[in-house]
């Protein structure tokens, strides 16, 4: 006798299949427990991951009891505008989609208190997010909306402030970086600043000692990037302290020569430094004396160990020789690389930015870098040592923790 084959249903029958025999469970529901280990509520919720979804399911209409809607890993475009009618939800979770925008009537869902958009496209968010109650807003995997990683991980307020505030200064990144240029002593890094800057050099160039900063602009192709340049003086009693001033968001350049026949054992000893304080900032090896001898490292071998490495340049910094490509290089690096200096700063932060960069004084304590955020309208302390930390990448201050204290100074 034959059977008859079950008609395989499509993604969208799954979905209404699942909402016709929902009903609401007495069981207790613990949600996104990494984010909100306090948010527990009664089972109202519906599971709808991973079907296939392109569209948010009609049938959801008729369940506006539901308080907790999972739409994980679907392949969702759009959300509907009758969303708001939703408005028992607490928790929507639609990471894993292909969302570019939300709609303004997600405002309505008054008691909406987690969304997880996490692996879209989202391009923009609309300003009613601001009127919600949320605690938590997953917005990780979304890369255009132009939101540093430090942001994202803080509570749903200070992310959507930091997020529309940039907005208004839109087309207004910092374009500002800190340049390490580190290495050992006469190994050229002063001539090569200076060829670098346009500036003359000098063949009688003295031994810079302790560290010297000076400024030089980077002609990028989206536009001009000021960055501090810091020159690392190279005497091995020196590199104790160096340690102090490699910060992340960076880009290094470890100045080489051949003359004392240590420069694979350089390299591998200040690539240690910068892997171990710059978080994964980007190297370029400047082999520099290189006029008239093709000298090497073993560049396998150190991109092997060293990742973050970007090229080997050859380069005679005394006689220019090698520096349009190495300016070209760095060019190439900023654009493609590093994508904090690219992204939009609020207006507040970048007025506490530009007064501390303006002060005469060597340092300021804490407690009155605090006042100065205060006085700018930036009030959160944890947002206050984001922006500490930001100041130290920089190159304008020194920090060397979030751990806030009066006792603690912000030298500049």
Same mark, same amino acid.
């Not at 996104?32 to 509520?41: G, I, R």
């Not at 910060?247 to 200040?270: F, K, N």
């Not at 400047?286 to 000298?295: I, Y």
């Given at each position: 006798?034959?059977?008859?084959?079950?008609?395989?249903?499509?993604?969208?029958?799954?979905?209404?299949?699942?909402?016709?025999?929902?009903?609401?469970?007495? %069981?207790?529901?613990?949600?996104?427990?990494?984010?909100? %280990?306090?948010?527990?509520?009664? @089972?109202?919720?519906?599971?709808?991951?991973?079907?296939?979804?392109?569209?948010?399911?009609?049938?959801?209409?008729?369940?506006?009891?539901?308080?907790?809607?999972?739409?994980?890993?679907?392949?969702?475009?759009?959300?509907?505008?009758?969303?708001?009618?939703?408005?028992?939800?607490?928790?929507?979770?639609?990471?894993?989609?292909?969302?570019?925008?939300?709609?303004?009537?997600?405002?309505?869902?008054?008691?909406?208190?987690?969304?997880?958009? %996490?692996?879209?496209?989202?391009?923009?968010?609309?300003?009613?997010?601001? &009127?919600?109650?949320?605690?938590?807003?997953?917005?990780?995997?979304?890369?255009?909306?132009?939101?540093?990683? &430090?942001?994202?991980?803080?509570?749903?307020?200070?992310?959507?402030?930091?997020?529309?505030?940039?907005?208004?200064?839109?087309?207004?990144?910092?374009?500002?970086?800190?340049?390490?240029?580190?290495?050992?002593?006469?190994?050229?890094?002063?001539?090569?600043?200076?060829?670098?800057?346009?500036?003359?050099?000098?063949?009688?160039? %003295?031994?810079?000692? &302790?560290? !010297?900063?000076?400024?030089?602009?980077?002609?990028?192709?989206? @536009? &001009?990037?000021?960055?501090?340049?810091?020159?690392?003086?190279?005497?091995?009693?020196?590199?104790?302290?160096?340690?102090?001033?490699?910060?992340?968001?960076?880009?290094?350049?470890?100045?080489?020569?051949?003359?004392?026949?240590?420069?694979?054992?350089?390299?591998?000893?200040?690539?240690?430094?910068?892997?171990?304080?710059?978080?994964?900032?980007?190297?370029?090896?400047?082999?520099?004396?290189?006029?008239?001898?093709?000298?090497?490292?073993?560049?396998?071998?150190?991109?092997?160990?060293?990742?973050?490495?970007?090229?080997?340049?050859?380069?005679?910094?005394?006689?220019?020789?090698?520096?349009?490509?190495?300016?070209?290089?760095?060019?190439?690096?900023?654009?493609?690389?590093?994508?904090?200096?690219?992204?939009?700063?609020?207006?507040?932060?970048?007025?506490?930015?530009?007064?501390?960069?303006?002060?005469?004084?060597?340092?300021?304590?804490?407690?009155?870098?605090?006042?100065?955020?205060?006085?700018?309208?930036?009030?959160?302390? !944890?947002?206050?040592?984001?922006?500490? @930390?930001?100041?130290?990448?920089?190159?304008? !201050?020194?920090?060397?923790?979030?751990?806030?204290?009066?006792?603690?100074?912000?030298?500049?």
């Amino acid at each position: 006798m034959a059977t008859k084959r079950r008609k395989k249903l499509t993604p969208a029958e799954k979905a209404e299949l699942r909402i016709s025999k929902w009903k609401p469970s007495d %069981s207790n529901i613990h949600w996104w427990e990494s984010m909100a %280990s306090n948010f527990t509520v009664k @089972g109202y919720q519906l599971d709808l991951n991973r079907l296939g979804l392109k569209h948010m399911p009609d049938g959801l209409r008729a369940l506006p009891a539901v308080e907790l809607l999972h739409l994980t890993d679907n392949v969702i475009e759009q959300l509907p505008t009758w969303i708001g009618e939703l408005s028992a939800l607490k928790g929507l979770s639609l990471g894993g989609n292909k969302l570019r925008t939300l709609p303004d009537e997600i405002g309505s869902l008054r008691n909406l208190k987690l969304l997880g958009v %996490s692996r879209n496209q989202l391009e923009e968010l609309p300003e009613t997010l601001r &009127s919600l109650p949320l605690e938590q807003i997953k917005l990780e995997g979304n890369p255009k909306l132009g939101l540093p990683e &430090s942001i994202l991980d803080r509570p749903a307020d200070e992310v959507l402030r930091y997020y529309f505030e940039s907005r208004a200064e839109k087309g207004r990144p910092l374009l500002e970086l800190k340049l390490l240029v580190v290495g050992r002593g006469k190994a050229g890094k002063t001539t090569l600043i200076k060829q670098l800057a346009g500036e003359k050099v000098d063949k009688e160039e %003295s031994e810079t000692h &302790s560290i !010297a900063i000076r400024e030089l602009m980077l002609d990028c192709p989206r @536009g &001009s990037v000021c960055t501090r340049a810091w020159d690392f003086g190279g005497q091995e009693i020196l590199h104790s302290t160096h340690q102090f001033f490699l910060t992340e968001r960076s880009l290094y350049l470890l100045v080489l020569e051949p003359r004392t026949g240590s420069a694979q054992r350089d390299a591998e000893y200040w690539l240690k430094l910068i892997e171990t304080q710059g978080g994964g900032s980007p190297v370029i090896v400047v082999m520099n004396w290189s006029r008239g001898q093709n000298w090497k490292v073993d560049e396998v071998k150190l991109r092997r160990k060293f990742p973050f490495i970007v090229d080997f340049l050859p380069t005679d910094a005394l006689h220019g020789e090698g520096i349009d490509q190495l300016r070209t290089t760095m060019h190439e690096v900023v654009e493609a690389r590093m994508s904090d200096v690219w992204l939009p700063f609020p207006l507040r932060w970048r007025e506490i930015k530009d007064e501390v960069a303006g002060m005469r004084g060597n340092f300021l304590t804490y407690s009155q870098y605090t006042e100065l955020c205060a006085m700018h309208g930036e009030d959160d302390p !944890a947002a206050q040592a984001d922006l500490a @930390g930001i100041l130290h990448a920089l190159g304008l !201050a020194l920090y060397f923790g979030k751990v806030t204290s009066s006792r603690k100074t912000l030298p500049k």
